[in-house]
C-alpha cells in the first residue's frame, strides 16, 4: 500500500465537507417540513352567551353576570389555535369528562360548526351548553364521588385527537 498524496488527502477533505453539509441540509429541510404542517393546540374555558357573542373566562373564576345585556347562557368554550402554516379540518369539538362522557354540540348558533376548515395560524371556537355537561358530571359524580376532571377535546379529519389539560370540577353532590 502506498502512501497517500495530497490530492488524495484534499479529495478526502472535499467529501467529508459534502457529507456535512448535505446532512446538515437535510436537518434544515426536516425542520422547514415539521413548521409547514399544521400545529394544533386547545383549550377550554368557560363562559355566557348571548346576543350573538361569548363572554370567556379562565376555569375557576366565578363571575356575577346575572343577566346583565343579555349574556346569560353559560357555556364551555373549546378554543382551537392553528400554529403553524398548513391547514387542517375540525372534525368535532366536545368537553370530555373523566368518567368518559363526551359532551358535543353539533351546529350551534354561536361560534363555529364542525367540521370547520381551520387556516394556518388562525383559530375558532365551539361553544358547549354548560347545562349539558353539568347534567353529565352530575350523573358521573354519584359513582366517583363529586370530583371529576373536564378538558376540550378536538378531533382533526386526519383522526389525530388532541386534548387541553385537564381541570379538576366539582358536579353536584355524591351520593
Known amino acids: 500500500m502506498t502512501e ?16 456535512v453539509l448535505s446532512v446538515v441540509g437535510l436537518a434544515l429541510r426536516y425542520a422547514d417540513y415539521r413548521r409547514t404542517g399544521s400545529r394544533v393546540k386547545v383549550d377550554l374555558k368557560r363562559g355566557f352567551a348571548g346576543h350573538g357573542g361569548v363572554v370567556t373566562y379562565e376555569i375557576g373564576i366565578t363571575p356575577h353576570w346575572d343577566g346583565q345585556f343579555g349574556i346569560e347562557l353559560p357555556v364551555y368554550v373549546v378554543e382551537v389555535r392553528n400554529l403553524g402554516h398548513g391547514a387542517t379540518t375540525v372534525a368535532s369539538a366536545s368537553v370530555k369528562l ?10 350551534g348558533t354561536i361560534g363555529a360548526s364542525p367540521p370547520h376548515r381551520l387556516e394556518g395560524e388562525s383559530a375558532a371556537t365551539f361553544v358547549i351548553d354548560a347545562g349539558l355537561v353539568e347534567r353529565a358530571g352530575e350523573v358521573l359524580a354519584k359513582s366517583e364521588g363529586g370530583a371529576s376532571e373536564l378538558c376540550a ?5 386526519t383522526g389525530r385527537v388532541i386534548t387541553s389539560k385537564p381541570v379538576k370540577v366539582r358536579f353536584g353532590t355524591a351520593a
Open 4 to 19: 497517500p498524496t495530497s490530492l488524495d488527502v484534499v479529495t478526502l477533505v472535499i467529501a467529508i465537507v459534502g457529507l
Open 98 to 107: 373523566s368518567g368518559g362522557a363526551q359532551v358535543t354540540q353539533p351546529g
Open 153 to 157: 377535546m378536538v378531533t382533526l379529519s
